[in-house]
C-alpha cells in the first residue's frame, strides 16, 4: 500500500510530530509504549515503524492482565516512510509491507498449495474420480489463504493509514 501525504509543516516538525508518537528503539528493546501509537525509528528524513495495538496487555504468571509489550500479528504491516521538503511545506511518502518473515511463510505456502492443486488437477485430467475433491479443497485453501493475507494486512494498514493522516495533515 502507497500514499502521499502532503502538509505545510516543515521537515523539522513532521520529525519531531513522528518523535512524540513513536516509541523508539533504546539499544535491543523500545522506550516506553505509553501515549504512543507506533513503534520504531524515525531518522532524519525517513521512518521505519509498526502501529502498537490499541490495548498491549498480555497476562503475567498469576494470569493476571498487565500493560506490556505489545503483540503483533505476523501480518501486521511494517511502515516505512520518506520525508521531504517542497516549496509550500514537507511531502512524506509512505508504503506498508509486510514483515519479512510474513513473505517468507507466505512464498512457501503458496508453493506448496501451488503443487498440490497441479498435482490433484493431474489427477482429475487422468479420469481419476477423487480429482475433483482434491481440486475443490486446494481451490478453497488457497482463496481462504489468500483472504487472510489480505484481510489480516489491510484492516492495520488501513488503520495506521488514518492514525498518520490524523496526525501529519493540515486539518483542511
Avoid at 509486510?98 to 501451488?114: D, K
Wanted: hydrophobic share 45%; net charge negative.
Amino acid at each position: 500500500m502507497k500514499f502521499t501525504i502532503e502538509t505545510h509543516r516543515t521537515l523539522e516538525e513532521v520529525r519531531m510530530l513522528l518523535q512524540s508518537v513513536t516509541a523508539l528503539r533504546d539499544g535491543l528493546s523500545y522506550a516506553s509504549f505509553e501515549n504512543k501509537i507506533f513503534m520504531g525509528t524515525v531518522d532524519e528524513n525517513q521512518f521505519k515503524m509498526m502501529l502498537i495495538p490499541e490495548r498491549p496487555l498480555h497476562y503475567d504468571t498469576s494470569l493476571n492482565l498487565v500493560p506490556g509489550r505489545p503483540n503483533t500479528t505476523l501480518f501486521w504491516p511494517v511502515i516505512v516512510g520518506h520525508i521531504q521538503t517542497r516549496e509550500n511545506g514537507t511531502v512524506v511518502e509512505v508504503y506498508m509491507r509486510l514483515i519479512p518473515l510474513a513473505c517468507a511463510w507466505a512464498s512457501v505456502w503458496f508453493c506448496l498449495l501451488g503443487v498440490c492443486f497441479f498435482c490433484s488437477l493431474l489427477e482429475l485430467i487422468m479420469g481419476e474420480p477423487e480429482g475433483w475433491q482434491g481440486v475443490a479443497v486446494v481451490g478453497a485453501t488457497i482463496l481462504g489463504s489468500l483472504l487472510l493475507v489480505k484481510v489480516g494486512f489491510h484492516i492495520p494498514a488501513e488503520k495506521a493509514r488514518q492514525k498518520l493522516e490524523e496526525l501529519l495533515g493540515d486539518g483542511e
